[in-house]
């Protein structure tokens, strides 16, 4: 199969994810108890009159029957539009994309510490002494096991108020972004360093691996030009986890760093019942985990030529 | 007196701490000079492959080396550095593995992999280096190096790839060559070529060691001898001297392992080689009336470039009732797909087969079903075909109970009965295959097949994975085994000298085409066929080796 077909393939597939999402998240909005014209305006304390709730009825095709609803959150979806915001007054779109740019800078600055740090864990501590392994491995199990706040509010405890070497929170540039972004890629190491140290292992066994050291190649380079890229693969199967680990930990991250960003917009919409800003918010995740997945797809061709010949 | 290439004292390696330590090679002696090629054989766990790896250093992790002497080139390398070893390896040692699939990086290109030692060793540019590595191909026999370079180690054949690994182990024009295994995965006709390209790779200055299971294959090369047996050499000398005038009772014992055309209907695996020549096995009675009938079968298979390819062409033959034809052929020639057409695991295209008068494609599920009962299928690799988690006697159990009968006392009688027929005890009826050796693994296959009391045997490549020695005793199993049992076989093979001393006749297959059949005699003195005589001249034997 060319690598062509394969893209379009999971392209197709792709689109079809996201038709899924969309259909179960209006499902669920649709299902969710309470008046959504009170939500809109502003809630029951607000106390609407009953012409304001007959109009907004009206306009939200409210009393409309479930199909035609959904035809149209449909038809509105398939030309970009989201919808408005119940709280913010203004289109999901711009409300997302207000905070998607720290969020973005938070998961990409993360998802790289934790490949780094990854990659040279596993590298560094494969196939070592016993008493070495059994120490990192435990660090490991510990980081992957602890929620992501408590990594957090250690963190911030140890070098905010401990040794003040950085702001507690807020704030622009890379500084105030050191610790949300460990905090995140942390929890990321501990489980796949842990998958990755293993598949080195069982690779630094294979012949090939044999054949390069008899070539003279010195050890980091056998590791890091033969067996690391074997060893990989499993690891970029995991970018799933990974994503979701991004995104959901992002929620967790910017409250507690009070940072700007998607997860606090997330958390916000769904205190105040924003339905439409919620949905956005799963869909354009929905959309992301896409588009990751079929980079994932080609960088698997790129790193094992067996895949498309195959 | 110039020092030898390679000189070892005293060397004895270990595994594990000190407490539970297991010894792996002990107290090992040998030089190697230039212009020489020493063969170190035995078979696995003899401790060869170790003996070979210490010499670069390389005797892996939880080892350790003991030695009087560790010397190459004069300079004893007992207290070598990491650096020392490093700048060594690759340039002034080469090393060559077997199975070239397993032993490149198959990541990466073959152009990349030869070249990788002239990118340590040399300060060549990476044009120079280009230039080099397709002077390389081209050395050892590969056609097309310009298209090959940029190829990877999967999109090569079997021959080939271990051409571009012997290729990348000389790059840097090394004074010292190891050979592990160095033809052990392949067909007969390739791995002679690529004994005969190692054999014009040992130049006068430099020294080759060879490391094999198989006398056979290091006659051709080697000048000396050394045997290996549970860690030490039991004998060592030149290769007239062990392979015509053997001392010690395991070199006899390897030496008569080799199956050939001279070894028909003599005992392979007897502990002492000369009663097992007074031992000739009678000719198997023949009743004249055939059990398997095939008649112009034809299949073929639309490969993954949707090109349709015809891989069984117009195939037509019989089999005597408790008479062994042996189907002999190379890789892709179709032979395990007439097998497999055989016990009806694929349909013909065109053609028929027949079993005892009963055709596949005519029978009635109740004659099909005791038809399936009649042929069992014995492969090369039974490991993949058990489950992990079963014990022994679950495996067989389970042919047991498909086979018709109930009671649970009547199947374990039935068990123990079929490990019995294997020669297994019953200490193995517990263990999983992983716990098996190859040997035992292929035992408890066939006692798998036996299970259901079949006719006819088709036996697909039975010992081609296993050591000359393990491979000895399963074929004297089932030569035994056919005549306990009146069994018929139907015996699949690439190696020749298997096929010559099981057989009673014999099919030559080429691209799905039989080309030569007949009786085994008459092809092994008269064959008719150019491609028989070429896989006659690649059949090593020693006899003539160094006449």
Redesign the interface.
């Known amino acids: 199969m060319t690598i062509l077909r394969r893209i379009s393939t999971r392209l197709l597939l792709g689109v079809f994810v996201l038709w899924g999402a969309a259909t179960l998240t209006f499902l669920a909005l649709y299902v969710t108890p309470g008046d959504t014209a009170l939500i809109i305006l502003g809630g029951p304390d607000a106390r609407p009159t009953a012409e304001a709730i007959a109009q907004v009825r009206q306009d939200y095709l409210l009393d409309e029957p479930f199909i035609v609803q959904y035809l149209h959150y449909f038809t509105q979806l398939l030309q970009g539009n989201l919808g408005e915001s119940y709280r913010l007054r203004m289109p999901v779109t711009d409300a997302i994309g207000q905070q998607v740019g720290p969020t973005a800078v938070l998961a990409g600055t993360a998802a790289a510490l934790a490949l780094v740090l990854t990659v040279a864990i596993a590298v560094l501590t494969a ?1 070592r002494t016993p008493w070495l392994r059994a120490l990192v491995s435990g660090i490991e199990v510990v980081l992957a096991a602890t929620p992501s706040f408590i990594i957090g509010f250690a963190l911030l405890i140890v070098f905010s108020f401990t040794l003040r070497l950085v702001p507690v929170g807020g704030g622009d540039g890379l500084v105030p972004l050191i610790l949300p972004a460990f905090t995140l890629a942390l929890a990321l190491v501990g489980s796949l360093s842990q998958v990755l140290r293993n598949e080195l292992e069982d690779v630094l066994e ?3 691996v ?10 980091l380079s056998v590791r890091v030009k ?1 067996a690391l ?2 060893a990989i693969l499993p690891t970029i199967t995991m970018s799933g986890f990974v994503l979701a680990a991004l995104l959901g930990g992002s929620v967790i991250v910017e409250t507690l760093f009070s940072r700007q960003g998607v997860g606090g917009l997330m958390l916000s919409s769904v205190y105040n019942k924003d339905l439409p800003v919620v949905l956005g918010i799963v869909l354009i995740s929905a959309a992301v985990y896409v588009v990751v997945n079929l980079i994932v797809d080609i960088l698997y061709t790129l ?4 895949v498309v ?2 | 007196m110039t020092a030898p290439l390679i000189d070892v004292r005293g060397l004895s390696v270990d595994f594990g701490h000190k407490s539970h330590a297991t010894t792996v090679v002990r107290d090992l002696s040998f030089e190697i000079s230039r212009g020489e090629c020493l063969a170190l054989v035995g078979e696995s766990g003899s401790g060869k492959s170790v003996t070979a ?1 210490s010499l ?1 250093g ?1 005797t892996g ?1 939880g080892s350790t080396v003991r030695a009087e002497r560790l010397a190459f080139d004069g300079t004893d390398t007992r207290n070598w550095s ?1 650096a020392s ?7 002034r ?3 060559v ?3 070239a699939l ?7 290109t073959v152009g990349a992999e030869i070249g ?2 002239l990118k ?2 040399t300060t060549l540019s990476r044009r120079e280096r280009t230039a080099k590595v397709l002077e390389l191909l081209r050395r050892v026999g590969v056609p097309e190096p310009e298209l090959r370079f940029g190829q ?1 180690p ?2 090569l054949s079997g021959g080939l790839r271990q051409r571009a ?1 012997i290729a ?2 000389i790059a840097a024009e090394p004074e010292f060559l190891i050979a592990d295994e160095p033809t052990t995965a392949l067909d007969a006709s390739i791995a002679s070529q690529i004994l005969r390209l190692l054999e014009t790779l040992k130049g006068s200055s430099t020294g080759m060691l060879v490391v094999s299971h198989d006398l056979s294959v290091v006659a051709q090369i080697a000048d000396r001898i050394a045997v290996m047996q549970h860690g030490e050499i039991v004998e060592e000398g030149t290769t007239e001297a062990v392979l015509f005038d053997p001392q010690h009772p395991y070199t006899k014992s390897l030496i008569a392992a080799v199956p050939s055309p001279t070894s028909r209907r003599r005992r392979l695996s007897a502990v002492d080689a000369t009663a097992a020549v007074a031992a000739p096995r009678l000719p198997r009675p023949d009743s004249g009336s055939a059990l398997v009938v095939v008649e112009n079968v034809s299949k073929s298979f639309v490969g ?1 470039d949707r090109v349709r390819r015809t891989v069984v062409d117009d195939v037509s033959f019989s089999v005597a009732r408790g008479a062994t034809l042996g189907i002999v052929g190379e890789s892709g020639s179709g032979k395990t797909t007439t097998a497999r057409i055989l016990a009806n695991l694929e349909n013909p295209d065109s053609g028929s087969v027949s079993i005892d008068a009963v055709s596949w494609s005519s029978a009635t599920p109740a004659e099909r079903s005791r038809l399936r009962r009649q042929v069992q299928v014995v492969y090369q690799d039974p490991l993949s075909s058990f489950d992990p988690r079963f014990t022994v006697s679950r495996i067989i159990g389970e042919a047991v109970a498909a086979s018709g009968r109930s009671s649970r006392s009547e199947r374990a009688a039935r068990v123990s009965e079929l490990l019995g027929l294997v020669r297994l005890g019953p200490e193995h009826s517990d263990r999983r295959p992983i716990e098996l050796s190859g040997g035992q693994r292929q035992r408890v296959a066939i006692a798998r097949a036996l299970a259901a009391k079949p006719t006819l045997l088709v036996l697909d490549e039975p010992v081609s994975a296993l050591d000359v020695s393990v491979q000895a005793q399963v074929l004297d199993l089932l030569t035994d085994l056919q005549d306990e049992l009146d069994l018929t076989y139907v015996f699949i093979s690439h190696d020749l000298g298997v096929i010559f001393h099981i057989s009673d006749e014999v099919l030559v297959m080429k691209d799905g085409r039989i080309v030569e059949a007949g009786a085994v005699d008459d092809v092994f003195s008269r064959p008719s066929h150019g491609y028989t005589r070429g896989l006659l001249d690649a059949l090593p034997h020693f006899d003539s080796a160094r006449a």
């Open positions: 196939q294979q012949p090939f044999l054949t390069a050291r008899a070539r003279g190649m010195r050890d033969h890229r074997h790193v094992d030529p067996r010949t195959s | 790896r670069v390389l992790i990491d070893w490093r700048s060594t390896r690759g340039d040692i080469g090393f593995l077997q199975d397993s032993s490149l990086d198959v990541l990466r990788e030692p340590l060793h990877f999967h999109q690994l990348s182990a993954a």
